[in-house]
């Protein structure tokens, strides 16, 4: 009697700026458990790229694959999303038994919103259980003071 490989499939929980989302995925015989491989059907709904002729797309945007070097980022309906990941310049990190992955955004939008010196609008409410919102005081100088118990 021959032997018959099983693809060991492993729940992931993939962590986006949105979203935490559980996924089977697993490496496979061919996939190393530093990569984090999901079906084309997962990683579209997760990420929002999916897989075209062009390359990796999201509406309009597409990041073609390097030459040669496709099967990196696809085999058969799989794709590799942590790759995919670094050749956009984005973070992709995983815990010690690659159960949890954090898709990361790229530093570059972060540093746009810094320089920008424009914080996100809030509303807090004062010690008399007023509401005020940040957009209250704009073009008008204020000094914030936050604290966090963590």
């Not at 018959?4 to 190393?32: W, Y």
């Not at 079906?39 to 509406?59: H, L, R, V, Y």
């Not at 790759?83 to 939008?109: I, T, Y």
């Amino acid at each position: 009697m021959g032997s018959i490989n099983k693809r060991s499939v492993t729940m992931v929980t993939v962590l986006t700026k949105t979203s935490a989302t559980a996924s089977d995925a697993g490496p496979g015989e061919s996939h190393s458990n530093n990569e984090l491989w999901l079906s084309s059907t997962d990683t579209a709904s997760i990420t929002g790229w999916s897989m075209k002729p062009e390359g990796f797309c999201k509406g309009d945007v597409c990041v073609p694959t390097p030459p040669g070097k496709g099967d990196r980022f696809v085999q058969g309906g799989s794709i590799n999303v942590s790759a995919f990941w670094e050749l956009m310049g984005k973070p992709a990190v995983r815990s010690a038994d690659s159960d949890v992955w954090l898709l990361g955004e790229g530093a570059s939008p972060r540093k746009d919103a810094l320089l920008s010196l424009q914080a996100h609008d809030f509303t807090l409410p004062d010690l008399d259980g007023n509401l005020h919102s940040l957009f209250d005081y704009r073009a008008k100088r204020i000094l914030l003071i936050t604290w966090a118990s963590w």
